[in-house]
C-alpha cells in the first residue's frame, strides 16, 4: 500500500511544488552520463521528476510505483509520453533488460518488510543486462535522523498556484529499532480539509545492505556520500556480473 502522500490524488498533486528542490538528483544524472546507461528503469519513480530528466537527455526510461495517482501525475506531465510508465513495485516486473536501476530519495527506505526488499533486489538484477548497475540511497542511522523530524522544524505554509496555501508539518510517531513512522499532515486553506499520511521506513545499516546485495549476485563497486547531505547518506553502485 502506497502512502497517502503518494497514493491519494489530491496530496500527490502538490507533491511537486511542496519539494520543488530536487538537487539531490544530479548526482544521478551524472552517474547514468558516466555509466553510459541508454536504458534505465526507475523504482519508486513517484511523480516523475528524475524519469522525466532521463527522458530529457535522450535515455530510454521504465518508470514503476505502486502509488496511482503519483503514476497519473507523472503521466501527465510535458513528455510524459515518453516514458513507460507502470504501477507496481520491482518485484513483479515485465521481461526487461537495462543498463542501470535507480532507487532515489527515501524509496529503498519505504521498503520496509524484509521480503519485499529482498524481492526488489532480485527483480532489479534480472531486470539489468550483464553488466548493468543498480544504484540506491539510504540514510546512515548513526546520524539519527529522525529526531530533527518535529512539527517545530518542519512547519510551513506554501503557496500553490491553483489551489491555495498549503499548511503542512511533520511529527515522528514512533522507532522501533530500525523501523521508524513519522506523520505528515496537510491543511488546504481553501476549504480547510486536512489531511494525514503516516510512513514507516527501515535504518539499514551499511554492512546489512552490503550482504543483502552480494546475497543477491550482485558485485559492490562503491558505497559513497551523497554530495549534497554529505556524512548523512550511503549511496550504493552495485554491478550485475
Known sequence: MADELFGHPRLAAIYDPLDPDRGDLDAYLRLAGQLGARQVLDVGCGTGVFALLLADRGIEVVGVDPARASVEVARGKPGGDRVRWICGDATALPPLQVDLVTMTANVAQAIVAPHTWQGTLKGAYEALRPGGH????????????????????????????????????????????????????????ADGRRFTSDSTLRFRERQEIEADLTAQGYLLHDVRDAPDRPGREFVFVAQRP
Open 134 to 189: 543498480l544504484v540506491f540511497e539510504t540514510r546512515d542511522p548513526a546520524r539519527r535522523a529522525w529526531e530533527e523530524w518535529n512539527r517545530a522544524a518542519s512547519h510551513r505554509v506554501t503557496e500553490i498556484p491553483g489551489v491555495g496555501a498549503v499548511e503542512t508539518w511533520l511529527e515522528l510517531v514512533e522507532v522501533s529499532g530500525p523501523l521508524v513512522t513519522f506523520r505528515g499532515t496537510y491543511v488546504f486553506a
